[in-house]
């Protein structure tokens, strides 16, 4: 997951310093796309704390006294799915599903056409960039 990490805006970086990867998650899914005023107390606080943890919410409101903006993270989210999708397909194979098996599967699971799933499946990464293997090497 460090890819995906290195992909976020630097706030959401340190916010993942502070309260881990999976309460930042929970965070941009609940939060995503706003501006989250900390609170120590009141129905904002417990939400938060609802949400990610009583102890990530702490360190969070802790550190940030001002408000902070909740980033969608797309980018992140996007290679996350994608190294759940390239690891899970690599399993199933490894089981013995044939990759029409695969793709068919992963589409239904991730709910992306199989021709999405089978141009993600043959991109490789090489050192944090995604190169089509279709392509070769350009440069």
């Given at each position: 997951?460090?890819?995906?990490?290195?992909?976020?805006?630097?706030?959401?970086?340190?916010?993942?310093?502070l309260?881990?990867?999976?309460?930042?998650?929970?965070?941009?899914?609940?939060?995503?796309?706003?501006?989250?005023?900390?609170?120590?107390?009141?129905?904002?606080?417990?939400?938060?704390?609802?949400?990610?943890?009583?102890?990530?919410?702490?360190?969070?409101?802790?550190?940030?006294?001002?408000?902070?903006?909740?980033?969608?993270?797309?980018?992140?989210?996007?290679?996350?799915?994608?190294?759940?999708?390239?690891?899970?397909?690599?399993a199933?194979?490894?089981?013995?599903?044939?990759?029409?098996?695969?793709?068919?599967?992963?589409?239904?699971?991730?709910?992306?056409?199989?021709?999405?799933?089978?141009?993600?499946?043959?991109?490789?990464?090489?050192?944090?960039?995604?190169?089509?293997?279709?392509?070769?090497?350009?440069?």
């Open positions: 997951m460090k890819l995906a990490v290195d992909l976020l805006p630097p706030t959401m970086q340190l916010v993942v310093q309260i881990g990867l999976p309460a930042t998650l929970k965070l941009v899914e609940e939060y995503g796309g706003t501006t989250l005023w900390p609170a120590r107390t009141g129905a904002n606080a417990a939400h938060l704390a609802e949400v990610i943890g009583e102890t990530a919410a702490r360190a969070l409101v802790t550190h940030f006294k001002d408000p902070i903006y909740i980033a969608l993270c797309r980018a992140a989210l996007m290679a996350i799915e994608h190294d759940a999708i390239r690891a899970e397909g690599d199933l194979e490894a089981a013995g599903a044939s990759a029409r098996e695969a793709v068919a599967a992963l589409a239904r699971k991730f709910r992306h056409s199989d021709s999405y799933i089978w141009r993600l499946r043959k991109r490789v990464s090489h050192g944090g960039a995604v190169v089509d293997t279709a392509q070769g090497q350009l440069f």
